[in-house]
């Protein structure tokens, strides 16, 4: 099951783990909003990339997912590569809650910075990154990054986030990776 019916179930938020990447791919398919790369790359990332990837979970399925990576010319940085919610769960806080345990996992935990691409007309993405900024006091820098010229096919520029300098003194709010729900947050 990769993304089922919301329930009284609680949410839990974990390291990815080798076997995830077939369901990941699944998720991101399904979640419609993002761009789908190859079962290889999910496949990779679950495995090789654990320690910066975040599934969340209930009644025994991938609800949602945030992919990142920490980039070695920037190791201050923690870049979110894709953040997939299953339709079922969209609009409920959960985008909002992967961010948040997404940066207290064990390879974020000392990233001052958050980086994304966001394409331009990617509206929810923009409001999510921008309410992360300010959950945490952080600014957000909103840049030209990849413009539609760079990409081999027809696509929108992309955007560069920069969130921080983030505190991370005494990070060890979310340090058990599991919260009930509901998940829904105030905006």
Same mark, same amino acid.
């Given at each position: 099951?990769?993304?089922?019916?919301?329930?009284?179930?609680?949410?839990?938020?974990?390291?990815?783990?080798?076997?995830?990447?077939?369901?990941?791919?699944?998720?991101?398919?399904?979640?419609?909003?993002? /761009?789908?790369?190859?079962?290889?790359?999910?496949?990779?990332?679950?495995?090789?990339?654990?320690?910066?990837?975040?599934?969340?979970?209930?009644?025994?399925?991938?609800?949602?997912?945030?992919?990142?990576?920490?980039?070695?010319?920037?190791?201050?940085?923690?870049?979110?590569?894709?953040?997939?919610?299953?339709?079922?769960?969209?609009?409920?806080?959960?985008?909002?809650?992967?961010?948040?345990?997404?940066?207290?996992?064990?390879?974020?935990?000392?990233?001052?910075?958050?980086?994304?691409?966001?394409?331009?007309?990617?509206?929810?993405?923009?409001?999510?990154?921008?309410?992360?900024?300010?959950?945490?006091?952080?600014?957000?820098?909103?840049?030209?990054?990849?413009?539609? /010229?760079?990409?081999?096919? /027809?696509?929108?520029?992309?955007?560069?986030?920069?969130?921080?300098?983030?505190?991370?003194?005494?990070?060890?709010?979310?340090?058990?990776?599991?919260?009930?729900?509901?998940?829904?947050?105030?905006?």
């Amino acid at each position: 099951m990769i993304h089922p019916k919301p329930s009284a179930a609680p949410v839990n938020f974990r390291s990815a783990r080798h076997g995830d990447g077939a369901a990941l791919w699944q998720l991101v398919k399904s979640a419609g909003t993002l /761009e789908l790369n190859s079962a290889y790359f999910y496949l990779l990332f679950a495995s090789d990339f654990s320690d910066t990837c975040l599934v969340a979970e209930t009644d025994g399925g991938i609800v949602g997912t945030v992919i990142g990576y920490r980039p070695p010319a920037n190791p201050a940085s923690a870049f979110v590569w894709q953040i997939g919610v299953a339709p079922d769960m969209q609009g409920q806080g959960l985008g909002k809650a992967l961010l948040r345990h997404w940066i207290s996992l064990p390879g974020n935990a000392d990233a001052r910075w958050v980086t994304a691409t966001v394409a331009e007309d990617n509206v929810a993405s923009t409001r999510l990154f921008r309410a992360f900024a300010r959950d945490n006091g952080a600014a957000c820098e909103d840049v030209p990054h990849f413009t539609a /010229e760079l990409f081999p096919h /027809e696509h929108p520029a992309e955007r560069l986030f920069r969130i921080g300098p983030l505190d991370r003194k005494g990070n060890t709010e979310h340090s058990t990776l599991r919260t009930e729900r509901p998940i829904a947050e105030p905006s």
